[in-house]
């Protein structure tokens, strides 16, 4: 990375391997092989700093990755390949926090807080925001 790393995660594939995931100042998430430590892939797709990482099973079991920060996006990403599956673009200011969580229908969604002082509820894979407060 070129600057400060502020978010790490892990994502365990469908093959049982592991997959590292980096974001920060240079607005690049990086997936690296948690074995080997070799560099999978670097792509930008942030606009901002990249604040937040937290992974996520999506409905057909696979892994992905959902990202946050300065740009006031929050975006889903497919581990396995590196690429964008979905931007949501909902708060007026730096996303401050992320998670996962499962909604009592038994569908998984994303949970994104920033200083626009709002919380955003996002279906999977990224529907439009369910809610806010």
Known sequence: HQGCVHALCAIYTKAGTSVLCSGGDDRKVRFWDAK???????????????????PI???????ALVSAGDDSTVRLWDASNASILWTGVSHCAQVTALTAADRSCGMQCVVSAA???QLK?????????????
Do not use: F, K, M, N
Not at 57 to 63: M, N, V
Not at 121 to 133: D, E, F, Q, T
């Open 121 to 133: 509820v996002w279906a999977v894979p990224g529907r439009p925001a369910l809610c806010s407060s």
């Open 57 to 63: 099973q999506l409905p057909r079991g696979s892994c």
């Open 36 to 54: 080997s430590g070799e560099l999978l892939a670097a792509v930008r797709g942030h606009t901002g700093a990249i604040r937040q990482l937290c």
């Open 115 to 117: 200083q626009d002082r």
